[in-house]
Protein backbone atom coordinates (compact mmCIF):
# COMPACT_ATOMS: atom_id res chain seq x y z
CA UNK A 1 0.00 0.00 0.00
CA UNK A 2 1.22 3.39 -0.52
CA UNK A 3 2.22 5.88 1.96
CA UNK A 4 1.22 9.27 0.35
CA UNK A 5 -1.44 9.20 -2.29
CA UNK A 6 -1.02 13.06 -3.92
CA UNK A 7 -4.41 13.54 -6.75
CA UNK A 8 -4.63 16.14 -8.89
CA UNK A 9 -3.02 18.51 -6.23
CA UNK A 10 -2.54 22.47 -7.96
CA UNK A 11 -1.47 25.34 -6.45
CA UNK A 12 -2.17 29.02 -8.31
CA UNK A 13 -1.42 32.54 -7.34
CA UNK A 14 -4.23 34.22 -9.10
CA UNK A 15 -3.48 33.43 -12.95
CA UNK A 16 0.01 32.17 -12.19
CA UNK A 17 -0.10 28.27 -11.92
CA UNK A 18 2.92 27.18 -9.87
CA UNK A 19 1.80 23.34 -9.41
CA UNK A 20 -0.36 22.19 -12.10
CA UNK A 21 -2.47 18.94 -11.30
CA UNK A 22 0.07 16.87 -10.29
CA UNK A 23 -0.61 13.02 -9.52
CA UNK A 24 1.72 10.59 -7.81
CA UNK A 25 2.39 7.85 -5.01
CA UNK A 26 4.68 6.87 -2.37
CA UNK A 27 5.07 3.71 -1.64
CA UNK A 28 6.55 3.01 1.73
CA UNK A 29 10.04 2.64 2.35
CA UNK A 30 11.19 4.34 -1.19
CA UNK A 31 13.35 7.29 -1.41
CA UNK A 32 11.73 9.44 -4.20
CA UNK A 33 13.96 12.56 -5.57
CA UNK A 34 11.67 15.50 -6.43
CA UNK A 35 13.80 16.14 -9.57
CA UNK A 36 13.80 19.38 -11.42
CA UNK A 37 14.68 23.03 -12.25
CA UNK A 38 14.56 25.57 -10.68
CA UNK A 39 10.85 27.23 -10.11
CA UNK A 40 9.71 24.00 -11.40
CA UNK A 41 7.33 23.69 -8.40
CA UNK A 42 9.12 21.19 -6.23
CA UNK A 43 9.38 23.57 -3.18
CA UNK A 44 5.61 24.52 -3.34
CA UNK A 45 4.61 20.64 -4.09
CA UNK A 46 6.28 19.96 -0.16
CA UNK A 47 5.40 23.00 1.13
CA UNK A 48 1.49 21.27 0.28
CA UNK A 49 2.97 17.34 1.17
CA UNK A 50 3.82 19.32 4.89
CA UNK A 51 0.84 20.88 5.15
CA UNK A 52 2.55 24.10 5.24
CA UNK A 53 0.39 25.34 2.20
CA UNK A 54 -3.22 25.05 1.31
CA UNK A 55 -3.95 23.22 -1.79
CA UNK A 56 -6.24 24.72 -4.47
CA UNK A 57 -7.14 21.77 -5.05
CA UNK A 58 -6.46 18.25 -5.33
CA UNK A 59 -6.34 15.87 -2.48
CA UNK A 60 -3.19 14.34 0.02
CA UNK A 61 -3.80 10.79 1.69
CA UNK A 62 -1.41 9.71 4.21
CA UNK A 63 -1.64 6.15 4.71
CA UNK A 64 -4.66 6.13 2.85
CA UNK A 65 -6.35 8.40 5.74
CA UNK A 66 -9.49 11.00 4.60
CA UNK A 67 -7.78 13.64 2.29
CA UNK A 68 -7.04 16.33 4.74
CA UNK A 69 -6.90 14.36 7.87
CA UNK A 70 -4.11 15.59 10.38
CA UNK A 71 -0.86 13.30 9.37
CA UNK A 72 1.45 16.07 10.75
CA UNK A 73 2.47 13.72 13.96
CA UNK A 74 4.59 11.03 11.33
CA UNK A 75 6.24 14.01 9.10
CA UNK A 76 9.16 15.10 9.23
CA UNK A 77 10.42 18.23 7.07
CA UNK A 78 13.76 20.08 6.66
CA UNK A 79 12.92 23.37 4.53
CA UNK A 80 15.82 24.21 2.05
CA UNK A 81 17.34 26.83 4.81
CA UNK A 82 16.28 25.78 7.95
CA UNK A 83 15.86 28.61 10.45
CA UNK A 84 16.44 28.08 14.00
CA UNK A 85 16.46 30.49 17.29
CA UNK A 86 20.23 31.25 17.60
CA UNK A 87 19.60 32.06 21.29
CA UNK A 88 19.18 28.34 21.57
CA UNK A 89 21.35 25.20 21.89
CA UNK A 90 21.24 22.39 19.25
CA UNK A 91 19.74 20.23 22.39
CA UNK A 92 17.62 22.60 23.64
CA UNK A 93 16.42 23.28 19.95
CA UNK A 94 15.34 19.55 19.09
CA UNK A 95 13.90 18.82 22.99
CA UNK A 96 11.33 21.61 22.17
CA UNK A 97 10.58 20.42 18.56
CA UNK A 98 10.36 16.84 20.03
CA UNK A 99 8.00 18.33 22.70
CA UNK A 100 5.77 20.01 19.90
CA UNK A 101 5.33 16.94 18.23
CA UNK A 102 3.63 15.46 21.49
CA UNK A 103 6.76 13.44 23.49
CA UNK A 104 7.27 13.62 26.89
CA UNK A 105 9.80 15.74 28.39
CA UNK A 106 11.76 12.48 29.61
CA UNK A 107 11.16 10.55 25.44
CA UNK A 108 11.71 14.07 24.33
CA UNK A 109 15.43 14.26 25.55
CA UNK A 110 16.34 11.12 25.04
CA UNK A 111 15.19 10.67 21.66
CA UNK A 112 17.28 14.12 21.16
CA UNK A 113 20.09 12.81 22.33
CA UNK A 114 19.55 9.87 20.01
CA UNK A 115 18.95 12.26 16.91
CA UNK A 116 21.52 14.42 17.73
CA UNK A 117 24.60 11.62 18.15
CA UNK A 118 23.19 10.09 14.88
CA UNK A 119 23.76 13.50 12.98
CA UNK A 120 27.09 13.85 14.77
CA UNK A 121 26.26 16.61 16.21
CA UNK A 122 26.98 15.32 19.93
CA UNK A 123 29.78 17.55 20.91
CA UNK A 124 28.17 20.89 19.89
CA UNK A 125 24.70 20.33 21.10
CA UNK A 126 25.03 21.91 24.25
CA UNK A 127 26.74 25.23 22.07
CA UNK A 128 24.16 28.23 20.86
CA UNK A 129 23.11 27.52 17.47
CA UNK A 130 23.76 31.57 16.46
CA UNK A 131 27.57 29.70 16.14
CA UNK A 132 26.82 26.54 14.26
CA UNK A 133 27.84 26.76 10.81
CA UNK A 134 25.49 26.69 7.59
CA UNK A 135 26.21 22.42 7.55
CA UNK A 136 25.83 21.99 11.14
CA UNK A 137 22.52 24.04 10.81
CA UNK A 138 21.61 21.23 8.10
CA UNK A 139 22.30 18.56 10.17
CA UNK A 140 20.66 20.21 13.00
CA UNK A 141 17.22 20.81 10.86
CA UNK A 142 18.03 16.50 10.01
CA UNK A 143 18.12 16.09 13.75
CA UNK A 144 14.62 18.01 14.32
CA UNK A 145 12.98 15.99 11.89
CA UNK A 146 14.12 12.70 12.97
CA UNK A 147 13.55 13.32 16.66
CA UNK A 148 9.82 12.44 16.89
CA UNK A 149 10.56 9.11 14.28
CA UNK A 150 8.35 10.34 11.04
CA UNK A 151 7.10 7.61 8.82
CA UNK A 152 7.59 10.08 5.72
CA UNK A 153 11.01 12.70 5.83
CA UNK A 154 10.38 15.90 3.28
CA UNK A 155 13.52 17.34 2.50
CA UNK A 156 13.91 20.49 0.32
CA UNK A 157 16.92 20.75 -1.46
CA UNK A 158 18.98 19.34 1.66
CA UNK A 159 22.52 19.86 -0.13
CA UNK A 160 22.18 22.61 -2.62
CA UNK A 161 23.58 25.18 -0.46
CA UNK A 162 26.62 22.77 1.42
CA UNK A 163 30.14 22.66 0.23
CA UNK A 164 31.30 19.58 -1.30
CA UNK A 165 32.19 18.19 2.38
CA UNK A 166 29.17 19.14 4.06
CA UNK A 167 27.56 17.83 1.13
CA UNK A 168 29.28 14.63 1.58
CA UNK A 169 28.11 14.17 4.78
CA UNK A 170 24.60 15.01 4.65
CA UNK A 171 24.25 12.34 1.78
CA UNK A 172 25.63 9.54 3.87
CA UNK A 173 23.09 10.36 6.59
CA UNK A 174 20.11 10.35 4.03
CA UNK A 175 21.52 6.83 2.68
CA UNK A 176 21.42 5.83 6.51
CA UNK A 177 17.92 7.24 6.92
CA UNK A 178 16.50 5.89 4.36
CA UNK A 179 17.07 2.73 5.32
CA UNK A 180 14.67 2.64 8.06
CA UNK A 181 11.72 5.51 6.81
CA UNK A 182 10.13 6.88 3.44
CA UNK A 183 12.06 10.04 2.54
CA UNK A 184 11.03 12.42 -0.56
CA UNK A 185 13.55 15.30 -1.32
CA UNK A 186 13.86 17.50 -3.76
CA UNK A 187 17.49 18.43 -6.31
CA UNK A 188 17.81 19.79 -9.10
CA UNK A 189 21.27 17.97 -9.29
CA UNK A 190 20.61 14.46 -11.02
CA UNK A 191 23.46 13.21 -9.68
CA UNK A 192 22.32 13.36 -5.95
CA UNK A 193 18.93 11.65 -6.96
CA UNK A 194 20.94 8.88 -8.78
CA UNK A 195 23.13 8.08 -6.02
CA UNK A 196 20.62 7.24 -3.73
CA UNK A 197 16.67 6.87 -4.89
CA UNK A 198 14.60 4.59 -6.03
CA UNK A 199 12.48 6.20 -7.62
CA UNK A 200 12.20 9.59 -9.24
CA UNK A 201 9.85 12.12 -9.69
CA UNK A 202 10.59 14.90 -12.64
CA UNK A 203 9.18 18.28 -12.37
CA UNK A 204 9.17 20.85 -15.01
CA UNK A 205 6.96 24.18 -15.36
CA UNK A 206 4.69 22.75 -12.01
CA UNK A 207 3.86 19.14 -13.84
CA UNK A 208 5.47 16.13 -13.91
CA UNK A 209 7.17 15.55 -16.78
CA UNK A 210 8.24 11.83 -15.70
CA UNK A 211 8.01 9.26 -12.95
CA UNK A 212 9.03 5.75 -12.34
CA UNK A 213 12.05 4.10 -10.52
CA UNK A 214 15.48 5.00 -11.84
CA UNK A 215 16.26 1.52 -13.05
CA UNK A 216 12.98 1.66 -14.88
CA UNK A 217 13.70 5.19 -16.16
CA UNK A 218 17.60 4.23 -17.22
CA UNK A 219 16.56 0.84 -19.28
CA UNK A 220 13.38 2.92 -20.61
CA UNK A 221 15.96 5.89 -21.56
CA UNK A 222 18.90 4.32 -22.82
CA UNK A 223 18.28 4.25 -25.97
CA UNK A 224 21.03 3.54 -28.64
CA UNK A 225 22.48 6.91 -29.99
CA UNK A 226 24.75 8.42 -32.19
CA UNK A 227 25.83 11.73 -32.73
CA UNK A 228 27.29 12.90 -35.63
CA UNK A 229 28.85 16.13 -36.56
CA UNK A 230 30.15 17.24 -40.21
CA UNK A 231 31.27 20.42 -41.84
CA UNK A 232 29.31 23.22 -42.61
CA UNK A 233 28.23 22.55 -46.31
CA UNK A 234 25.25 22.56 -47.57
CA UNK A 235 25.23 18.87 -48.64
CA UNK A 236 26.36 17.35 -45.55
CA UNK A 237 23.64 19.27 -44.07
CA UNK A 238 20.89 17.98 -46.13
CA UNK A 239 22.46 14.30 -45.80
CA UNK A 240 21.94 14.41 -42.14
CA UNK A 241 18.27 15.62 -42.86
CA UNK A 242 17.56 12.64 -45.13
CA UNK A 243 19.33 10.40 -42.58
CA UNK A 244 16.32 11.37 -40.03
CA UNK A 245 14.06 9.65 -42.19
CA UNK A 246 15.70 6.06 -42.29
CA UNK A 247 13.87 3.43 -40.80
CA UNK A 248 16.06 2.55 -37.98
CA UNK A 249 15.91 6.20 -36.73
CA UNK A 250 12.98 6.85 -33.99
CA UNK A 251 13.58 9.90 -33.13
CA UNK A 252 16.20 12.30 -34.39
CA UNK A 253 16.68 15.98 -33.25
CA UNK A 254 19.01 18.28 -35.97
CA UNK A 255 21.13 21.44 -34.86
CA UNK A 256 22.50 22.31 -38.29
CA UNK A 257 25.85 20.47 -38.90
CA UNK A 258 25.26 18.66 -35.80
CA UNK A 259 22.62 15.46 -35.47
CA UNK A 260 21.71 13.15 -32.39
CA UNK A 261 19.25 10.26 -33.92
CA UNK A 262 17.89 7.64 -31.66
CA UNK A 263 18.24 4.30 -33.02
CA UNK A 264 16.81 0.98 -32.34
CA UNK A 265 19.54 -0.43 -34.11
CA UNK A 266 22.56 0.60 -33.59
CA UNK A 267 24.78 -1.98 -35.52
CA UNK A 268 22.99 -1.57 -38.45
CA UNK A 269 22.37 2.28 -38.17
CA UNK A 270 26.35 2.50 -37.90
CA UNK A 271 26.82 0.65 -41.14
CA UNK A 272 24.72 2.64 -43.22
CA UNK A 273 25.73 5.55 -42.33
CA UNK A 274 29.58 5.36 -42.50
CA UNK A 275 29.10 3.53 -46.25
CA UNK A 276 26.63 6.32 -46.88
CA UNK A 277 29.15 9.19 -45.39
CA UNK A 278 32.27 7.38 -48.23
CA UNK A 279 29.91 7.15 -50.81
CA UNK A 280 28.58 10.44 -50.80
CA UNK A 281 32.23 12.00 -49.67
CA UNK A 282 30.28 13.40 -46.69
CA UNK A 283 33.27 15.95 -44.48
CA UNK A 284 32.42 13.72 -41.13
CA UNK A 285 33.99 15.62 -38.22
CA UNK A 286 32.56 13.35 -35.32
CA UNK A 287 30.72 10.30 -35.23
CA UNK A 288 29.51 8.54 -31.88
CA UNK A 289 27.63 5.89 -30.90
CA UNK A 290 26.55 4.98 -27.44
CA UNK A 291 23.66 4.87 -25.07
CA UNK A 292 21.82 8.05 -24.22
CA UNK A 293 21.32 8.57 -20.48
CA UNK A 294 19.21 9.96 -17.46
CA UNK A 295 21.34 13.13 -17.70
CA UNK A 296 19.72 13.81 -21.41
CA UNK A 297 16.01 12.82 -20.85
CA UNK A 298 16.90 15.46 -17.67
CA UNK A 299 17.93 17.89 -20.14
CA UNK A 300 15.23 16.89 -22.66
CA UNK A 301 12.36 17.61 -20.37
CA UNK A 302 14.20 21.05 -18.81
CA UNK A 303 14.49 21.71 -22.59
CA UNK A 304 18.08 22.86 -21.98
CA UNK B 1 2.75 18.03 26.95
CA UNK B 2 0.24 20.81 25.38
CA UNK B 3 1.73 22.55 22.86
CA UNK B 4 0.78 25.99 24.09
CA UNK B 5 2.84 25.08 27.09
CA UNK B 6 5.94 24.56 25.57
CA UNK B 7 5.53 27.37 23.34
CA UNK B 8 5.21 29.97 25.89
CA UNK B 9 7.87 28.10 28.03
CA UNK B 10 10.08 28.43 24.89
CA UNK B 11 8.73 32.83 24.64
CA UNK B 12 9.87 33.09 28.61
CA UNK B 13 12.99 31.57 28.37
CA UNK B 14 13.54 33.36 25.40
CA UNK B 15 12.64 36.76 27.07
CA UNK B 16 15.30 35.87 29.46
CA UNK B 17 17.97 34.80 27.20
CA UNK B 18 17.33 38.31 25.43
CA UNK B 19 17.13 40.04 28.73
CA UNK B 20 13.92 42.03 27.92
CA UNK B 21 12.31 40.49 31.38
CA UNK B 22 14.18 42.05 33.02
CA UNK B 23 15.09 45.59 30.97
CA UNK B 24 11.44 46.15 30.76
CA UNK B 25 10.84 46.11 34.02
CA UNK B 26 13.66 48.36 34.98
CA UNK B 27 12.49 50.72 32.76
CA UNK B 28 8.99 50.59 34.40
CA UNK B 29 10.12 50.89 37.24
CA UNK B 30 12.17 54.45 36.76
CA UNK B 31 9.28 55.56 35.00
CA UNK B 32 7.25 54.76 38.24
CA UNK B 33 9.15 56.20 40.72
CA UNK B 34 10.21 59.05 38.70
CA UNK B 35 6.84 60.87 39.75
CA UNK B 36 6.64 60.97 43.78
CA UNK B 37 10.45 61.64 43.52
CA UNK B 38 10.05 64.88 41.43
CA UNK B 39 6.67 65.72 42.97
CA UNK B 40 8.50 65.51 46.42
CA UNK B 41 11.71 67.40 45.35
CA UNK B 42 9.96 69.57 43.08
CA UNK B 43 10.95 72.81 44.97
CA UNK B 44 14.69 71.57 45.33
CA UNK B 45 14.80 70.98 41.92
CA UNK B 46 13.46 74.75 41.06
CA UNK B 47 15.32 76.32 43.10
CA UNK B 48 18.42 74.39 41.98
CA UNK B 49 17.78 75.39 37.98
CA UNK B 50 18.18 79.50 39.36
CA UNK B 51 16.15 82.43 39.12
CA UNK B 52 12.87 81.74 40.94
CA UNK B 53 10.78 84.83 41.19
CA UNK B 54 9.96 84.87 44.85
CA UNK B 55 6.46 83.44 46.23
CA UNK B 56 6.18 80.95 43.78
CA UNK B 57 7.08 77.91 45.98
CA UNK B 58 5.47 79.32 48.83
CA UNK B 59 2.02 78.32 47.29
CA UNK B 60 2.98 74.76 46.21
CA UNK B 61 1.48 71.96 48.03
CA UNK B 62 2.38 68.19 47.69
CA UNK B 63 -0.42 66.51 46.13
CA UNK B 64 -2.61 63.92 47.79
CA UNK B 65 -0.81 60.21 47.68
CA UNK B 66 -3.29 58.66 45.55
CA UNK B 67 -2.76 61.77 43.09
CA UNK B 68 0.45 61.19 42.49
CA UNK B 69 -0.17 57.56 42.21
CA UNK B 70 -2.49 58.06 39.58
CA UNK B 71 -0.14 60.21 37.98
CA UNK B 72 3.11 57.58 38.59
CA UNK B 73 0.18 54.96 36.60
CA UNK B 74 -0.18 58.01 33.70
CA UNK B 75 3.62 57.76 32.97
CA UNK B 76 3.30 54.61 31.66
CA UNK B 77 1.14 56.12 28.67
CA UNK B 78 3.67 57.38 27.07
CA UNK B 79 6.82 56.11 27.48
CA UNK B 80 6.15 52.31 28.88
CA UNK B 81 3.55 51.87 25.88
CA UNK B 82 6.63 52.57 23.50
CA UNK B 83 8.69 50.11 25.18
CA UNK B 84 5.98 47.54 25.24
CA UNK B 85 5.36 47.52 21.75
CA UNK B 86 8.75 47.78 20.55
CA UNK B 87 9.44 44.86 22.77
CA UNK B 88 7.04 42.65 20.85
CA UNK B 89 7.29 44.26 17.78
CA UNK B 90 8.87 40.89 16.88
CA UNK B 91 6.47 38.14 18.13
CA UNK B 92 5.08 36.94 15.10
CA UNK B 93 6.67 38.85 12.51
CA UNK B 94 10.40 38.06 13.06
CA UNK B 95 9.51 34.28 13.16
CA UNK B 96 7.80 34.60 9.67
CA UNK B 97 10.69 36.53 8.57
CA UNK B 98 13.11 34.04 9.69
CA UNK B 99 11.66 31.13 8.39
CA UNK B 100 11.63 29.52 12.27
CA UNK B 101 8.33 29.92 11.88
CA UNK B 102 7.49 27.69 9.11
CA UNK B 103 9.69 24.48 11.17
CA UNK B 104 6.97 24.71 14.06
CA UNK B 105 4.23 24.60 11.72
CA UNK B 106 4.93 21.55 10.44
CA UNK B 107 4.27 20.13 13.71
CA UNK B 108 0.96 19.40 14.87
CA UNK B 109 0.26 22.43 16.04
CA UNK B 110 -2.20 24.91 15.58
CA UNK B 111 -1.50 28.64 14.79
CA UNK B 112 -4.16 29.99 17.46
CA UNK B 113 -1.46 27.66 20.17
CA UNK B 114 1.32 30.38 18.93
CA UNK B 115 -0.57 33.22 19.28
CA UNK B 116 -1.53 32.32 22.83
CA UNK B 117 1.32 31.11 24.00
CA UNK B 118 3.20 34.17 22.65
CA UNK B 119 0.25 36.82 23.88
CA UNK B 120 0.05 35.12 27.35
CA UNK B 121 4.03 35.42 27.35
CA UNK B 122 3.57 39.36 26.72
CA UNK B 123 0.62 39.48 29.54
CA UNK B 124 3.20 37.78 31.77
CA UNK B 125 5.78 40.56 30.34
CA UNK B 126 3.45 43.49 31.58
CA UNK B 127 2.35 41.68 34.55
CA UNK B 128 5.84 41.70 36.34
CA UNK B 129 6.51 45.19 34.75
CA UNK B 130 4.19 46.86 35.79
CA UNK B 131 3.35 45.24 39.03
CA UNK B 132 7.37 45.90 39.80
CA UNK B 133 6.67 49.46 38.58
CA UNK B 134 3.55 50.51 40.37
CA UNK B 135 4.71 48.52 43.26
CA UNK B 136 8.30 50.96 43.25
CA UNK B 137 5.94 53.97 42.82
CA UNK B 138 3.77 52.95 45.56
CA UNK B 139 6.43 52.11 47.56
CA UNK B 140 8.05 56.10 47.40
CA UNK B 141 4.82 57.74 47.44
CA UNK B 142 4.36 56.11 51.16
CA UNK B 143 7.93 57.17 51.98
CA UNK B 144 7.93 60.52 51.00
CA UNK B 145 4.36 61.87 50.69
CA UNK B 146 2.08 60.09 52.60
CA UNK B 147 -0.01 56.84 52.92
CA UNK B 148 -1.29 55.15 49.64
CA UNK B 149 -4.67 53.15 49.55
CA UNK B 150 -2.82 50.01 48.21
CA UNK B 151 -6.42 48.33 47.38
CA UNK B 152 -7.28 51.06 44.91
CA UNK B 153 -3.93 51.28 43.90
CA UNK B 154 -4.15 47.72 42.73
CA UNK B 155 -7.36 47.98 41.18
CA UNK B 156 -6.01 50.97 39.52
CA UNK B 157 -3.20 49.16 37.97
CA UNK B 158 -5.11 46.13 37.07
CA UNK B 159 -7.16 48.86 34.45
CA UNK B 160 -4.06 50.37 33.50
CA UNK B 161 -2.60 47.27 32.77
CA UNK B 162 -5.61 46.77 30.55
CA UNK B 163 -4.95 49.57 28.48
CA UNK B 164 -1.72 48.69 27.86
CA UNK B 165 -2.73 44.83 26.99
CA UNK B 166 -5.13 46.26 24.34
CA UNK B 167 -1.79 48.11 22.56
CA UNK B 168 0.53 44.65 23.25
CA UNK B 169 -2.50 42.89 21.33
CA UNK B 170 -3.02 44.85 18.75
CA UNK B 171 0.62 45.13 18.08
CA UNK B 172 0.17 41.52 18.11
CA UNK B 173 -2.28 41.11 15.44
CA UNK B 174 -0.63 43.67 13.02
CA UNK B 175 2.67 41.79 13.53
CA UNK B 176 1.37 38.52 12.49
CA UNK B 177 0.62 39.67 8.83
CA UNK B 178 3.01 43.29 8.58
CA UNK B 179 6.88 44.00 8.79
CA UNK B 180 8.41 44.58 12.88
CA UNK B 181 8.52 48.78 12.21
CA UNK B 182 5.10 48.80 10.62
CA UNK B 183 3.31 46.98 12.96
CA UNK B 184 4.50 49.08 16.04
CA UNK B 185 3.66 52.10 13.90
CA UNK B 186 0.12 51.08 13.35
CA UNK B 187 -0.61 49.70 17.13
CA UNK B 188 0.80 52.96 18.42
CA UNK B 189 -0.76 55.28 16.25
CA UNK B 190 -4.40 53.21 16.47
CA UNK B 191 -3.84 54.24 20.28
CA UNK B 192 -2.71 57.55 20.32
CA UNK B 193 -5.77 58.47 17.41
CA UNK B 194 -8.29 56.34 20.51
CA UNK B 195 -6.91 58.95 23.13
CA UNK B 196 -6.68 61.89 20.96
CA UNK B 197 -10.29 61.19 19.87
CA UNK B 198 -10.87 60.79 23.55
CA UNK B 199 -9.58 64.22 24.52
CA UNK B 200 -11.24 65.82 21.60
CA UNK B 201 -14.34 64.18 21.81
CA UNK B 202 -15.17 62.52 25.13
CA UNK B 203 -18.45 62.05 24.30
CA UNK B 204 -17.91 60.39 21.16
CA UNK B 205 -15.03 57.87 22.49
CA UNK B 206 -15.80 57.05 26.14
CA UNK B 207 -16.80 53.54 25.30
CA UNK B 208 -13.21 52.90 23.87
CA UNK B 209 -10.49 51.12 25.52
CA UNK B 210 -8.98 54.10 25.95
CA UNK B 211 -11.38 55.10 28.46
CA UNK B 212 -9.48 53.03 30.60
CA UNK B 213 -6.58 55.56 31.71
CA UNK B 214 -9.10 57.46 33.03
CA UNK B 215 -11.07 55.41 34.80
CA UNK B 216 -7.94 54.05 36.66
CA UNK B 217 -6.97 57.19 37.31
CA UNK B 218 -10.69 57.62 38.87
CA UNK B 219 -10.40 54.44 41.25
CA UNK B 220 -7.74 56.25 43.27
CA UNK B 221 -8.64 59.89 42.62
CA UNK B 222 -12.70 59.58 42.95
CA UNK B 223 -13.29 61.65 39.80
CA UNK B 224 -14.39 58.92 37.08
CA UNK B 225 -16.80 56.68 38.03
CA UNK B 226 -17.12 53.00 36.68
CA UNK B 227 -18.54 52.61 33.58
CA UNK B 228 -18.75 49.22 31.60
CA UNK B 229 -17.56 50.50 27.84
CA UNK B 230 -14.36 51.00 28.28
CA UNK B 231 -13.89 47.35 29.69
CA UNK B 232 -16.12 45.42 27.12
CA UNK B 233 -14.47 47.66 24.03
CA UNK B 234 -11.01 46.10 25.30
CA UNK B 235 -11.85 43.01 25.87
CA UNK B 236 -13.19 42.76 22.28
CA UNK B 237 -10.56 44.46 21.10
CA UNK B 238 -8.50 42.32 22.71
CA UNK B 239 -10.09 39.10 21.38
CA UNK B 240 -10.28 40.52 17.92
CA UNK B 241 -6.48 40.96 18.16
CA UNK B 242 -6.11 37.39 19.37
CA UNK B 243 -8.47 35.92 16.75
CA UNK B 244 -7.56 37.83 14.03
CA UNK B 245 -3.58 36.81 14.29
CA UNK B 246 -4.32 33.26 14.63
CA UNK B 247 -6.45 33.39 11.21
CA UNK B 248 -3.73 35.85 9.68
CA UNK B 249 -0.97 32.88 11.25
CA UNK B 250 -2.84 30.31 9.31
CA UNK B 251 -3.16 31.57 6.16
CA UNK B 252 0.45 33.23 5.79
CA UNK B 253 2.71 32.68 2.82
CA UNK B 254 6.22 32.04 3.68
CA UNK B 255 8.68 34.42 1.99
CA UNK B 256 10.75 32.03 -0.08
Known amino acids: MSLLQVTNLRKSYGAHISVHDISFDIEKGRCVALLGPNGAGKTTTLRMLAGLLEPTSGMISFEGSRPGAEYRRGLGYVPQSPAFYGWMTGQEYVVFAAKLSGMGAKEATSSALESLIRVGLKDDARRKIGGYSGGMKQRLGLAQALVHRPRLLLLDEPVSALDPIGRREVMELLREIREETTVVFSTHVLHDAEEICDDIILMNHGRIAEQGSLSQLRSQYSLPVIRLRTEKHKEAIQWLESLASKPFVLDSELFGDHAVFNVHDVEKARQTILQEAAQLEIPLLQFEAGSSTLEDLFMKVVGV | ?256
Open chain 2, 1 to 256: MSSTWVLYRKEMLEMARSYKLIWIPVVFIILGIMQPLTIYYLPEILKASGDVPPGLLEGYEIPHAAVVMAQALGQYGTIGMLVLVLGSMNTLAGERYSGTMELILVRPVSPAAIVIAKWTAQLTLLVVALGLGAAGAAYYTEQLIGSVPWGDAIAASGVYGLWLLCVVSATLLFSAFLRPPVAAFLALALMAGLSLGLSLLPTWFDWTPAGLSGLSAGILTAGEGFRAGPYLSASVLIIICLVGAALLTRKNNFPD
